[in-house]
């Protein structure tokens, strides 16, 4: 059945005023909207905080160029944006880029001020397809490896497809982070005090580059890094330039926080990694790291109402070589480790959580899952003594189902193909048994959450045909036990032949 051209208009003008509802409205928060029609990205952009800039997120097309404009907005006084995409954009690669203009401005830590951020100047981000699209950082990193991504390309316009395209951008955020010490430069550096000092540091930059020109900004820097990072080759005079800017910048960085040693430490890092740069990885490499093995998971109180989690696990191999690991618990990604361990400090006591753990290189591959790894936290016994004091705390407390379902089993996915570019796919599996009773389901894409549900089964709309996606499912009871991860399954929806027939008309 033909969709009737009126329908088609008024589809077209809602894509194009929806900016505008958007800003209209304060921008709203994380996640879905209540219509359900639209998607919220958010995220902040710093350098320092950057206010009052063009906010834009645009697919992300193979050949590295902006597509198809989705939304837009602009960043608060904070640095923070949320803006409203269409629902079957979440799912494709996006950049988002915030521009300056008139009355656009970024606070600088090093003077104190703020500094206007002008229409020359912009920072991007590029996003992988399947991404948790909420908290995401648009920083000078983001924008070197944006950079990276047109330099990779442009060196071999080959890998300018959809096919390689997930590795390759993640290969390019993936390298600026081992040139500046950053586990992730789409997380917020708040949780990463490396990334901080590396921004403390470029700000260091512009405000020396302006002693020597007024008329230098934030481009001047980023010419100056971008230049460096073609190959982060120690004797390139670019490479030098660098350098050279990075490490005066850095001692008067220092030199500005005498007392926090945790951030001298992270500048001294910084220092050394610039003195001794990576080697350049292997772009057209496609052999994934062998998965992390012997993956553990110990629990520790760390008082009567706190506790954490040590992961620890062994070194995955590679042809070239790892460049870290993303960690996921209960089938979401919290966080990426340069190292073979990571502490959990975000549980509960009662609570099971499960693990497991994912190698990826410096040319974006990525193993498949380590083993996974259960543990749940115990509360200290009664009248143990913590910090001096008896654990009162837990006296008299109620009994509690502290058991978790068993992992929901035979999860299929099958794929129907809704036009000659979108698909869906139905999920499927088998009910887990639970010593009370199961009470729902949260479903996993890509190691990030995408719904969740009371009854066994999900249908995912709105994917792009041709692309890989993998799913994951964990059952949950009243109590809030949460199993261990189902299998995981992957699916590639297939794109029609031509000249089939979907929805009553012919797919050129």
């Known amino acids: 059945m033909q969709i009737p051209w009126m329908r088609r208009i008024f589809e077209a003008l809602l894509l194009l005023c929806l900016p505008l509802l958007v800003s209209a409205c304060g921008g709203g928060g994380g996640g879905r909207d209540g219509g359900g029609d639209t998607t919220v990205v958010s995220g902040v952009a710093v350098k320092g905080p950057i206010s009052g800039a063009l906010v834009q997120i645009f697919q992300l097309s193979p050949g590295g160029a902006p597509g198809t404009l989705f939304g837009s907005g602009s960043t608060g006084a904070a640095g923070n944006f949320a803006v409203a995409i269409p629902n079957s954009a979440a799912a494709a690669p996006l950049l988002i880029t915030v521009t300056g203009g008139a009355g656009a401005s970024y606070l600088s830590e090093s003077s104190g001020s703020a500094v206007p951020f002008g229409s020359g100047e912009s920072f991007s981000a590029m996003v992988p397809a399947g991404s948790v699209l909420q908290g995401i950082t648009v920083s000078p990193s983001t924008e070197a490896a944006y950079r990276k991504l047109q330099q990779v390309l442009t060196a071999d316009p080959a890998l300018a497809t959809a096919g390689d395209q997930a590795r390759v951008v993640a290969a390019a955020n993936s390298r600026i982070g081992s040139l500046t010490g950053s586990a992730n430069i789409l997380a917020d550096p708040a949780g990463d005090i490396r990334y901080r000092a590396y921004l403390l540091i470029v700000d260091q930059m512009i405000v020396d580059a302006k002693v020597a020109n007024s008329a230098a900004n934030s481009t001047t820097v980023m010419n100056i890094i971008n230049n460096a990072f073609v190959n982060a080759d120690l004797n390139a005079p670019a490479y030098q330039i660098y350098l050279q800017a990075l490490n005066a910048a850095a001692d008067r960085v220092k030199a500005a926080n005498a007392g926090n040693n945790a951030l001298l430490t992270a500048i001294d890092q910084v220092k050394a990694l610039a003195a001794n740069p990576p080697a350049e990885p292997d772009f057209t490499d496609v052999t994934a790291p062998s998965a992390p093995a012997n993956l553990s998971a110990t629990a520790s109180a760390l008082s009567t109402t706190s506790a954490s989690v040590l992961l620890a696990w062994n070194a995955s191999s590679d042809n070239d070589q790892v460049a870290g690991y993303d960690i996921f618990r209960d089938g979401s990604k919290i966080a990426t480790s340069l190292s073979t361990n990571y502490t959990d400090s975000s549980v509960s006591f009662g609570v099971t959580y499960s693990y497991f753990v994912v190698a990826f290189d410096g040319a974006g591959n990525r193993s498949a899952a380590s083993n996974l790894a259960s543990v749940t936290p115990v509360r200290p016994n009664l009248d143990v003594v913590i910090g001096g004091q008896v654990g009162t705390d837990v006296l008299g407390l109620p009994l509690t189902d502290n058991v978790p379902p068993a992992a929901p089993v035979l999860l299929s996915a099958t794929p129907s193909a809704l036009t000659a570019t979108i698909s869906s796919v139905l999920l499927s599996w088998s009910a887990p048994s639970d010593n009370v ?43 809030g036990n949460r199993s261990p991860l189902s299998n995981l399954i992957s699916v590639t929806p297939p794109q029609p032949p031509l000249d089939v027939v979907i929805g009553g008309q012919v797919q050129p």
């Open 437 to 479: 009773a199961v009470t729902g389901y949260d479903v996993f894409r890509n190691g990030s959450k995408i719904a969740t549900v009371t009854t066994p089964g999900y249908n995912d709309p709105s994917l792009l045909s041709g692309v890989a996606y993998s799913y994951s499912v964990i059952a949950f009871d009243a109590a």
